[in-house]
T-cell receptor, first 114, second 115 residues
Framework: GDSVTQMEGPVTLSEEAFLTINCTYT??????LFWYVQYPGEGLQLLLK?????DKGSNKGFEATYRKETTSFHLEKGSVQVSDSAVYFC?????????????FGSGTRLQVQP | DSGVTQTPKHLITATGQRVTLRCSPR?????VYWYQQSLDQGLQFLIQ???????AKGNILERFSAQQFPDLHSELNLSSLELGDSALYFC??????????????FGPGTRLTVL
């Protein structure tokens, strides 16, 4: 079945450091890929998405490129801020018989220190 | 603010009880999804409705049920509650459900604590 694997956290960085959170997926067909962010005590917010191979999603300085050849969708940011501290979830959606929902990774906690 | 509302924000109850969680989707969205977030299971899909009809089922227990009303709001009913049902329950909505490109927008969640 479909699955998403994220790197284990927590990831601890200093402010202005470069961020990479790895995400790989297993799915047949052509899923769409998403990154959601969950700030402490809040719900999930869509960060960015990509719907086909080689698409790059970007938002708030974060970027991720849909790589079909490596089945990956790694999240990157050039310079993190303390306010980026949150849990990041990679997810995929593949529509099929009885399938409509998102499949999530386990989440990666990011802690940014001043 | 995603436009998806959930009530109540917190719920504390005892084992064996029954509770109802409520969700109002974004204006114009026809599809509602319910997810459970727990420490041991992560984020798991429970059930989805589209324009009042059940469309997909995930890891939903038989003690749990849901429905979507004509005004498109949805309710998730949890009965015979157990300690292990303590979790954060999210509702999400989207315009349609038939496209893999369709984006789901999440509400703030209801935190259920079963004592």
């Amino acid at each position: 079945g479909d699955s998403v694997t994220q790197m284990e956290g927590p990831v601890t960085l200093s402010e202005e450091a470069f961020l990479t959170i790895n995400c790989t997926y297993t799915a047949t067909g052509y899923p769409s890929l998403f990154w959601y962010v969950q700030y402490p005590g809040e719900g999930l917010q869509l960060l960015l998405k990509a719907t086909k191979a080689d698409d790059k999603g970007s938002n708030k300085g974060f970027e991720a490129t849909y790589r079909k050849e490596t089945t990956s969708f790694h999240l990157e940011k050039g310079s993190v801020q303390v306010s980026d501290s949150a849990v990041y979830f990679c997810a995929l959606k593949r529509v099929g018989t009885g399938r409509r929902a998102l499949t999530f990774g386990s989440g990666t906690r990011l802690q940014v220190q001043p | 603010d995603s436009g998806v509302t959930q009530t109540p924000k917190h719920l504390i109850t005892a084992t064996g009880q029954r509770v109802t969680l409520r969700c109002s989707p974004r204006s114009g969205d026809l599809s509602v999804y319910w997810y459970q977030q727990s420490l041991d299971q992560g984020l798991q899909f429970l059930i989805q409705y589209y324009n009042g009809e059940e469309r997909a089922k995930g890891n939903i227990l038989e003690r749990f049920s849901a429905q979507q009303f004509p005004d498109l709001h949805s309710e998730l009913n949890l009965s015979s509650l157990e300690l292990g049902d303590s979790a954060l329950y999210f509702c999400a909505s989207s315009v349609v459900s038939e496209l893999s490109t369709d984006t789901q927008y999440f509400g703030p969640g209801t935190r259920l604590t079963v004592l």
